[in-house]
């Protein structure tokens, strides 16, 4: 039976030619049910365009920056729910179901949107820690990260204007605006999130960093100098 949704999976990418091929390969089953992908390209100069071209139905491209990428996946999509993908996150296998149990059980719970739990690769048992605190934080508070493959009904895409213009945080912004819609349907089955940067960073850094981040945000101070902490942050990170 067809699934009782349409979906557009949006895939933000840039300078991933080293990853987008098995990123998109692992989508090829959700293609062939009927759903689309949609690759948003921030104006690499490698070969992601055409490595992704032939594993999606579209690629888009747009201006650099992760909240004007999946805004302009949006308007190209078709699928009447919209899941935002990070090109190092994996779904799991029986995505459509979870979603078709999101669609089919909205009248009852009113959701709006939502996100999977998330777990990070690698068999460190600190990233097993991390991962727990992120799904229990994002169930207390309701707030979602990227990492988390956030989901939400075009209807509610639209009325809510998408994701703020921001070089950092857009996540958490968007995810306050949608609480106010509803709460998150919460999936327990996680995505899968490279620990890469986790790794190349130091896990306890990236952990302080992100805090320090999150904190200074819900203080007031501007995304676009957070971002600047950030990316000096990781150019001065140890090698």
Known sequence: MPDPFSLSVIVPVWMEAAGVTETLRALQTIRTRGHEVVVVDGGSTDRTVELARPLCDRVVVAEKGRALQMNAGAAAATGDLLLFLHADTRLPDNTLEHLARFVQTRRQTRRAWGRFDVRLSGERPLFRVIAWFMNQRSRLTGICTGDQAMFVRRDTFEALGGFQPMPLMEDVEFSRRLCLVSRPFCINEP??????????????????????????????????SLAQIYRSDVRNAPK
């Open 191 to 224: 995505v899968v999130t490279d620990s890469r940067r986790w790794q190349k960073n130091g896990a306890w850094r990236t952990i302080l960093l992100m805090w320090q981040l999150r904190w200074r945000y819900w203080r007031g101070e501007s995304p676009e």
